[in-house]
């Protein structure tokens, strides 16, 4: 059965965005041992190297906002999915939003997905 790919993204991103917001500590069973982060310059490989990452990013509170969110089938052996996403986010008691984006790799394993790849940059202008 063929995966609706672009539903797979937004339930996808609907969940790691409200999970990171709330708890980011609770994201590890979203990456393996073979995953990868790059967030901003720094590259990170595990799933335990990941979440130390973002559990020691420099703030307590952040809420995303997606602007544009577009997926594609990246191995059509695999039933994987590329996401890409754009969009704001608020730290702490910031006012201003900063710009961002983020690509993930979805693949599929045992009924659901893991990210494989993770890449997220902040956009300056």
């Known amino acids: ?9 937004e339930e996808f991103t609907k ?3 409200a999970q990171f917001d709330s708890d980011r500590s609770q994201l590890g069973n979203l990456y393996r041992d073979h995953s990868m982060l790059t ?3 720094s590259q990170m490989q595990g ?16 809420a995303h906002r997606i602007s544009t969110l577009d ?11 590329l996401v890409m996403v754009t ?7 910031e006012q201003n939003p900063q710009r961002y984006s983020q690509v993930f ?5 045992g009924g659901s997905y893991y ?11």
Do not use: C, W
């Open 47 to 62: 799933a335990k190297s990941i979440i130390e990452k973002l559990v020691s990013l420099p703030f307590q509170k952040v």
């Open 105 to 109: 790799h979805l693949v599929p394993e």
């Open 39 to 41: 967030f901003e310059t």
């Open 1 to 9: 059965m063929a995966v609706n790919f672009q539903s797979l993204a």
């Open 71 to 81: 997926a594609q089938p990246s191995s059509p052996d695999v039933g994987s999915v």
């Open 115 to 125: 990210v494989f790849n993770d890449i997220f940059r902040l956009n300056y202008s």
């Open 87 to 93: 969009g704001e986010l608020l730290v702490d008691e």
């Open 15 to 17: 969940f790691y965005y």
